[in-house]
């Protein structure tokens, strides 16, 4: 996913498809979360516009995630649509136009930006589907605490209602008056 200036000048007449697939598995190191993902299949095209290039490029691959709740491994397919452009006359770019890149030592690397697509599109929680409590990886109970689902959440609350401190009685009586 790299190319010289002049490799890209060169094309500039009809501009060219892209279909490869990249490996990204370094990007565990920038995101702990992250536990494994698969190499990104990466299609699309590259349009010129003067001394600009454009990729219009889709990423598609999986991930796997920690379960916000559990712990568990849950697997987070994703399909990220990116478009990057890239000035090639080596005059400065607008620094507020992100989307907007200078080559670098005279190449065109379109991999830090996928890698960056990709962070950016993490989910902030995920959530596994069908995992036992007993199963979990992550413990439901502990010292003076316990996970509880919505349904316990509603009974507890309803036994609460009933339950009056026998300091507070003659508080509630108050407005009953």
């Given at each position: ?19 490869d ?21 990466v ?20 991930m ?11 697997n987070?397919p994703?399909?990220?649509?990116m478009?990057e452009s890239?000035q ?12 907007l ?9 379109l ?6 697509n ?5 989910p902030?929680?995920i ?5 036992d ?14 996970v509880i689902t ?5 009974e507890?609350k ?20």
């Amino acid at each position: 996913m790299r190319w010289s200036i002049q490799q890209l000048l060169a094309k500039n007449e009809k501009g060219f498809d892209v279909d490869d697939t990249v490996d990204v598995s370094d990007i565990k190191e920038h995101d702990q979360e992250i536990r494994d993902i698969s190499s990104v299949k990466v299609t699309g095209n590259a349009a010129f516009t003067g001394e600009t290039v454009t990729f219009h490029l889709r990423l598609e691959g999986s991930m796997i995630l920690p379960c916000s709740r559990t712990l568990a491994d849950v697997n987070f397919p994703f399909d990220i649509q990116m478009t990057e452009s890239f000035q090639l006359d080596g005059n400065p770019v607008d620094e507020e136009d992100i989307h907007l890149h200078e080559p670098e030592n005279g190449y065109v690397d379109l991999l830090p930006l996928i890698k960056e697509n990709i962070l950016v599109e993490l989910p902030i929680q995920i959530f596994a589907d069908g995992i036992d409590e007993n199963e979990a990886p992550a413990p439901q109970t502990g010292k003076n605490w316990e996970v509880i689902t919505e349904d316990k959440a509603r009974e507890k609350k309803e036994e609460n209602k009933s339950e009056v401190d026998p300091r507070m009685a003659d508080l509630a009586k108050f407005f009953d008056k």
